[in-house]
């Protein structure tokens, strides 16, 4: 009986030291990441309370914490046992966001896109017409299919909830899970980067800046990092300090879910290296990017307008999102959303090198840098965008590429077959989807006889 007692308390001993070292200070992430998520789940996207926690946040051990949504105050809690709570609060047309020093003010924006006539329903009725034979459409249907067959059932590891195919210009196939449609706003997340970069690409177009320009982050004057350019953080070799881990409390963890500027706090890093010489994956780089954005606008309102009336509205987006932090800034690493379609819209873009409808957005030189492989990234990046160069992709043309996102997120565009791929989800380990074989299904369904 003694000794049971004795392992008894070095159990309790044991858990107890595991909770204060281990988890206690990772409680923050945890909390952050269920608020945050859940509210833009509730309040932007409109994903019901129950099946967001499911599904979003479903996953161990953020799955169990608690969480309160407040529908009065547009706010989510989250708490684990009650320690380090945090709360997400949403504002109109701004998405949510951490308020470290109490809550929120009333600032909101109106979010209207106005789309012109030519582009509403676009994909019903675009110019270029690429029906498919019947072979075609059932091996569509089957890949399809495909993307939303679990292997249990019971214990879902995929839940793709929307799928859009858009060949020669045309939407030839799409699939939703049930709960979502055509109106469904999903969540890109690192696809989201893609989208800043093509926000710079817009002013170069209008000869406001170039890739070789500083950035315009004032409290860099006078440091090392005025050698910093467009260019370097662009192609994710800004030689700053980054730790890119979220199973941590790293760099890119405590900027996300600890920070109300995010931007400035990525800023705020060390430079470690030299400029354009190591390329290394980092949120905190399209954040710097998002908060310098601003200083080509006179004031904050008109940097918040300039997506929707200088990009979505001109592709049709209506859905798209972006969500801004507590400061005001986008967060231009990971929080945009967008139905299917209009995410198929951007991917277009992107296929017709800067062109949508008759309409140049882009130069084509601009989407050419941002298709072309960094040096040291083993030729899988380019500017904000990943790459097939490298072959990952073994069975799927070398010149695709692909936006690519948390959880199963992706865009991928292949411009010799004129093709543009859309998958949205919840997949939580992203090799549980297999994009070589969903992506070589696809390709093989259009290039039947």
């Known amino acids: 009986m003694k000794k049971i007692l004795v392992l008894f308390f070095l159990l309790i001993l044991l858990l107890s030291a595991a909770f204060r070292f281990y988890l206690y200070p990772r409680l923050p992430i945890l909390n952050g990441h269920a608020a945050k998520t859940l509210c833009s789940c509730v309040f932007v ?71 012109p006539d ?27 299919t495909w993307a939303f067959t679990e292997k249990d059932p019971e214990q879902p590891t995929l839940i793709t909830r929307a799928v859009a195919i858009v060949y020669k210009g045309q939407l030839v196939g799409e699939k939703y899970a049930p709960g ?13 980067k893609t989208v800043t970069a093509a926000l710079y690409g817009l002013l170069e177009k209008n000869n406001r800046l170039s890739l070789d320009d500083p950035l315009n982050v004032t409290h860099w004057e006078g440091t090392d990092k005025e050698k910093l350019r467009i260019r ?18 790293s760099s890119v ?11 400035l706090t990525a800023s705020q890093t060390e430079l470690v290296g030299a ?18 954005l601003a200083g080509y606008f006179p004031d ?36 945009s959303w967008a139905t ?65 996102g948390f959880h199963g997120q992706r865009i991928t565009v292949i411009p010799s077959k004129d093709l543009v791929i859309v998958r949205l989800g919840e997949t939580y380990t992203q090799s549980d989807f297999d994009f070589n074989q969903w992506t070589r299904q696809v390709i093989d369904a259009i290039e039947q006889e």
Request: with cysteine; aromatic share 14%; charged share 20%.
């Open 340 to 404: 299917a379609r209009d995410w198929a819209k951007f991917g277009v873009l992107l296929l017709n090198e800067g062109a949508f409808a008759g309409d140049t957005l882009l130069n084509p030189s601009w989407v050419k840098f941002m298709t072309t492989p960094v040096a040291d990234s083993e030729n899988s990046y380019g500017g904000h965008l990943w790459l097939n160069a490298d072959g990952q992709m073994g069975d799927v043309p070398d010149d695709a590429f692909y936006a690519n």
């Open 180 to 192: 979502f449609t055509k109106e469904s706003r999903l969540l890109g997340w690192s696809m989201t």
């Open 45 to 115: 996207a409109g994903i019901p309370e129950e099946k967001a926690i499911a599904e979003d946040i479903g996953f161990f051990p953020v799955s169990m914490g608690s969480k309160i949504v407040d529908y009065d105050t547009k706010s989510v809690t989250a708490n684990f046992w009650g320690f380090k709570p945090k709360t997400a609060y949403y504002r109109g047309g701004l998405g949510c966001a951490f308020f470290n020093e109490g809550k929120p003010n009333d600032e909101s924006m109106e979010r209207k896109v106005e789309i």
């Open 275 to 292: 400029p354009g010489q190591k390329w290394y994956y980092s949120s905190g780089t399209s954040n710097i990017l998002s908060y310098a």
């Open 300 to 335: 904050q309102r008109a940097y918040q307008r300039f997506p929707y009336d200088s990009l979505f509205a001109r592709l049709g987006m209506s859905s798209m999102i972006i969500e801004t932090d507590a400061a005001g800034y986008f967060i231009g690493s990971s929080y």
């Open 118 to 144: 030519t582009l509403k329903n676009w994909f019903d009725y675009v110019d270029t017409v690429a029906a498919l034979n019947d072979r075609q459409k059932k091996a569509l249907d089957a890949a399809l």
């Open 232 to 249: 370097h953080l662009l192609n994710m070799s800004s030689g700053m300090e980054w730790e890119e881990n979220y199973n941590d409390r």
């Open 253 to 263: 963890t405590k900027m996300l879910y600890e920070s109300a500027n995010l931007g």
